[in-house]
């Protein structure tokens, strides 16, 4: 369920010997080095620019080259570029925190600052333990999250989360007595042919209710999701009226809604927040997102929190008893405010859900059409806004294909690259065992093109096509 580093299919992105380097990579292939950046084309070592459809994981959501935020980070360098906040505040950390409290709905009513997805993931944990313990429930010291979801990548939210490859190497270090997990919302693959969509919804709020029961209602701080699920089982938004039925269980019992929108927040489903498009409306106790707050430009993540949560907080010690060296950095807030003001200024989340919709058109229609060579193994093509999965499965009997052990997600996106585009290609997400399913996951930049759709789709669906054809039996 990682992005198959394992797989042949790595030769074809660069197997350079390790040796050339003296960086410890996240691959065993050395990926090529990239040495600049255009809109939402990168330049590489060798000359090449390539389109980048992913963002690198959905981060870099206005492209590479905006003027607005270079300047606004240079004039905030020259200005402050570090303070500890344990000793003071900062001018855009305050700024980027009212911006982020200002909407419509007012869910939030104050945030904290970090330095990515996993710390806001992390935060968000400790967070809710200490709303508990000032409101004198120090008991309540469970969590529980679903089966084939990603929560971040340090050893709690590996514990939190269930991705079975990322946690295999430290299951015998993780908590297993804490974190508890229940069923994905993943319809496609675990809706039974016998359910309608509402009584597959009755099922797995009842599967909830059932894990509160049964380790003591009283003891569960929180249920925690992703509001769409991420790269793990490639942009699986949950059937209507699930989170709805999430939040009954949480509420009966007196417990948190905790959602993960690091990869779908702030604009990547078309809408600011995941959960107001794609999450039956029900706002979080607490919510974590990261990627597409500075788009890149700088490392920040962040955690926001409602008035139920406030109130608890300034009730006892007033202040949130988690902390790090780079917390509400002055360069990253700076970055992030002007990312928010590109957004809001040039109206990208309209083009985000017009050109989303336009993508997923081109794609089922060439990846899905009458004459679509890989129709019959294109499983399902999901997601929302600018966020798209487009999930393989070969046991159909059409015509055979043998990888030869090898990854046809990892296959795709290795010829991908090749051929100048950039994706995400991972495996397992099809079942529990994380053994079974590729899929390539897309999240192009919100001011992406009709053009550059259309680009981006050329491409991919020929190296689709390319890996199949040679790979035919």
Known sequence: MTSAATSAAASGITRKSLQTTALLHRTPWVPPVATGGEGIYITLEDGRKVLDAVGGAAVACIGASSAHVKQAIKEQLDRLPYVYSMQLSNEPAEKLAKILTAGENNAFELVAFVSGGSEAMEGAIKLAKQYYEEIGQPQRKHFISRQLSYHGNTVSTLALAYHPARRAPYEAILDHDNF???????AKRFQRSDETEEQYVLRLQKELDDKFLALGPDTVIGFCAETVGGATTGACPAPKGYFKAMKEVCDKHGA??????VMTGIGRMGTLHAWESYGDGIA????????GLSAGYAPIGAVLMSKKIVDGIRGKSGFWKHGHTYQSHPLACA????VQEVIESENLLENCRDQGAYLAKLLNERLRGPNALAAPYTF????GGLLCGIEFDFDSPARKVDLK?????????ARALENNL??????????LEGNKGDH????PAYNITKEEVEKLVDILVGSIEQVLKENFV
């Open 180 to 186: 508890h997990h229940v069923s994905p919302a993943f």
């Open 256 to 261: 948190l809604l905790i959602l993960d929108e």
């Open 284 to 291: 979080p106790d607490i919510q974590a997102v990261a990627k």
């Open 335 to 338: 970055a992030a405010v002007a």
């Open 380 to 383: 399902d093509i999901r997601g």
């Open 405 to 413: 052990g090898k990854a046809f997600a990892m296959e795709v996106q």
């Open 422 to 431: 950039i994706i995400m290609g991972m495996v397992g997400g099809a079942n």
């Open 440 to 443: 390539l996951l897309l999240s």
